[in-house]
Antibody
Framework: EVQLVESGGGLVQPGRSLRLSCTAS????????MSWVRQAPGKGLEWVGF??????????EYAASVKGRFTISRDDSKSIAYLQMNSLKTEDTAVYYC?????????????????????WGKGTTVTVSS | SSELTQDPAVSVALGQTVRITCQGD??????ASWYQQKPGQAPVLVIY???NRPSGIPDRFSGSSSGNTASLTITGAQAEDEADYYC????????????FGTGTKVTVL
């Protein structure tokens, strides 16, 4: 069974750090990009960022709201993706979801890799409060 | 603020058809994906690409796109389709940044 399990959430004070983990099973982890998405209480979904597979450079992209504070990494030998969160703010309070991101090469007006999030974990809750 | 705009809420009678729209400039160039989220649960992918359904998603779900608008249509809505629906696509910057729509709450009457 394809599965993602997030861990590492909890209560943390503003300005502190926290690292989330996403443990994958049931598929070849190294073949896929991995994304993080969050949802503040009672709010919609917010894309946080993603990391490409090593075959595509293992590079990362981040939302403007977290760029410079959050870092996504991966350990393909352990099938784990990480979200390192530094300088946390109260507005970072949310449920954090890890997702697998598969892709298709699109040839149209623009040629690009189209990523879609086809497997989601159940999420882990991060509360930033003093 | 989101660059993809959705109607906050729509309702549909049981067995009828409902269309959920997502508007944004980036949709002129990039495909959208659609996600269903029920209360207390993680989102689930229902449509991706031009009009593709993952395994296990009923064929009453379909996607389409025209100009700056992507649409998710549920043909013959069922009670279990009551949920929040979010579109997702690239932002309009040209870089690989993504954005979710504002979300639509679908109520099945």
């Amino acid at each position: 069974e394809v599965q993602l399990v997030e861990s590492g959430g909890g209560l943390v004070q503003p300005g502190r750090s926290l690292r989330l983990s996403c443990t994958a099973s049931g598929f070849t982890f190294g073949d896929y990009a991995m994304s993080w998405v969050r949802q503040a209480p009672g709010k919609g979904l917010e894309w946080v960022g993603f990391i490409r597979s090593k075959a595509y450079g293992g590079t990362t992209e981040y939302a403007a709201s977290v760029k410079g504070r959050f870092t996504i990494s991966r350990d393909d030998s352990k099938s784990i993706a990480y979200l390192q969160m530094n300088s946390l703010k109260t507005e970072d309070t949310a449920v954090y979801y890890c997702t697998r991101a598969d892709h298709i090469w699109i040839v149209a007006t623009i040629h690009y890799y189209y990523y879609y999030m086809d497997v989601w974990g159940k999420g882990t809750t991060v509360t930033v409060s003093s | 603020s989101s660059e993809l705009t959705q109607d906050p809420a729509v309702s549909v009678a049981l067995g009828q058809t409902v269309r959920i729209t997502c508007q944004g400039d980036s949709l002129r160039s990039y495909y959208a994906s659609w996600y269903q989220q029920k209360p207390g649960q993680a989102p689930v992918l229902v449509i991706y690409g031009k009009n593709n359904r993952p395994s296990g998603i009923p064929d009453r779900f379909s996607g389409s796109s025209s100009g700056n608008t992507a649409s998710l249509t549920i043909t013959g809505a069922q009670a279990e389709d009551e949920a929040d629906y979010y579109c997702n696509s690239r932002d309009s910057s040209g870089n690989h940044l993504e954005v979710f729509g504002t979300g639509t709450k679908v109520t099945v009457l």
